[in-house]
């Protein structure tokens, strides 16, 4: 049996669930099996390993991983140059310092000598010389939250709502940076044109899935008379496809609307002579 072509790192994590199912929307599955960190994925010459994010970006960086799902977060890190395809917007989080609410004067921290805890190394660090603070840095490894106020004055981390933060007594002081999951590949394998034709042709189809998501298709009955004033309020990709009805009865309108703009384009649509309006949504679209 030959090599795989490719060779893609899946996040282990909360971010597992969200990438598994925007690839099983494009029509790749993953299959969980007795070996649970080697995933069978259905798309030929691709064999899939599941790792850690942090791990993922380490293993792009070097090469042994040509395809991979990660946060901006440790991307920025890690301090690595990888090719970033898309950001899904999946699992948005903000990475942010917060100190215990008693802690600060005024909103901010106190000009003293600070213990700073963080999972987040390198940007912690950077932080810290940037606002030039007087700190100490401990690394965390995970439930960094848990540490102040005995263990650490302050903590970078990340967070989604901050309602985690909130319940540990924690308010936020600065945000250092916004991530999400991203699709990122290794330099090495775009550099080599069977890898890259594979990379860009699984990047093409998960960025049909987004764009579906953000869209619904909306088909609409209209008169001849009123053709083009129906065509004129409808916003679309490019122009909408229109069909006669049967017995010249007037036209079959289909357009791929903004999902976000759908609650004020029906009323619109009615007052537009529109009837019979149907609204589907599309799993892909590829432009």
């Known amino acids: ?14 971010m597992q669930d969200n990438v598994f199912r925007l690839l099983a929307d494009a029509g790749i599955h993953v299959k969980m099996g007795s070996r649970n960190y080697r995933p069978a994925i259905s798309f030929a010459g691709v064999e899939a390993k599941i790792l850690k994010p942090q791990n993922i970006i380490e293993m792009l960086h ?13 991307v920025a890190e890690k301090h690595v140059e990888l090719v970033e395809l898309l950001d899904t917007g999946l699992d948005p989080v903000r990475l942010v310092a917060a100190a215990p609410i008693d802690l600060l004067e005024s909103g901010v ?15 912690a660090l950077r932080w810290i010389r940037k606002n030039g603070l007087n700190a100490t840095f401990v690394r965390t490894y995970g439930a960094t939250e848990v540490f102040p106020p005995e263990d650490a004055d302050c903590i970078v981390d990340n967070t989604a709502t901050g309602a985690t933060l909130r319940s ?38 998960i960025k049909g899935v987004l764009e579906a998501r953000k869209r619904v ?4 009955n209209i008169s ?23 017995g010249s009865a007037g ?20 007052a537009a002579g529109g009837t019979d309006i149907v609204v589907t949504t599309p799993n892909q679209i590829i432009p």
């Open 217 to 220: 298709m909306v088909e609409i």
């Open 109 to 123: 921290l106190p000009k003293r000598h600070l213990v700073i805890a963080s999972e987040y190394e390198q940007l």
């Open 251 to 270: 036209y079959a309108v289909k357009v791929a609307v903004p999902r976000a703009d759908l609650p004020h384009l029906i009323p619109q649509i009615r």
């Open 1 to 14: 049996m030959s090599d795989p072509i490719l060779h893609l790192a899946l996040p282990k994590g909360r």
């Open 62 to 74: 070097a090469g042994s991983r040509d395809l991979g799902f990660a946060g901006a977060d440790w």
């Open 168 to 205: 540990n007594g924690l308010q936020i002081v600065d945000q250092l940076m916004t991530s999400s999951t991203r699709l990122y590949a290794s330099p090495e394998a775009m550099d080599k044109p069977q890898k890259r034709d594979v990379i860009e042709h699984i990047a093409l189809l």
């Open 224 to 246: 001849g008379e009123q053709l083009e004033r129906l065509v004129a309020i409808l916003p679309c990709m490019r122009e909408p496809t229109i069909a006669p009805l049967h």
